[in-house]
């Protein structure tokens, strides 16, 4: 797949959340959408931009954002990553990788000398029309709500 850009049709997916509610792009058509796509529930990182998500949820709802995470995490760990730091948006179920692969974010890493592949940390902001509005691939996961709301 080719590398998407800022003005591309977001690639469409349906799954469902780690409250077993069935989520498609399509049906957020009316909304802003944030997908920000994360390695792994529950690690430092990680933890740290989900919590900046939470502690400005309410901001962005007021801005007609829907917020969604994305990993390849199971329902049970995603469940378990929600409920303790009690984040107040869908965790999206996506085990077999199959919108982190059409995103493009499965890429080879290099982690201290270690070559693997993984998810690379990116958010896509995605109009109403289902446009992608904003790609962000050098998040700062402490104010990564002020990168999105900066941007606009």
Known sequence: MSKLKVGDKAPSFTTTDQNGE???LSDLKSKKVILYFYPKD?????TVEACNFRDNHKMLTDKGYVVLGVSADSLKKHQNFANKFKLPFSLLMDMDKTIIEKYGIWQ???TFGKTYMGIVRTTFVIDEHGIIEQIIDKV???IHTEQILNQD
């Open 22 to 24: 069935s989520i498609a």
């Open 42 to 46: 529950s690690t430092p990182t990680c």
């Open 108 to 110: 080879q890493k290099n």
């Open 140 to 142: 700062k996961s402490k």
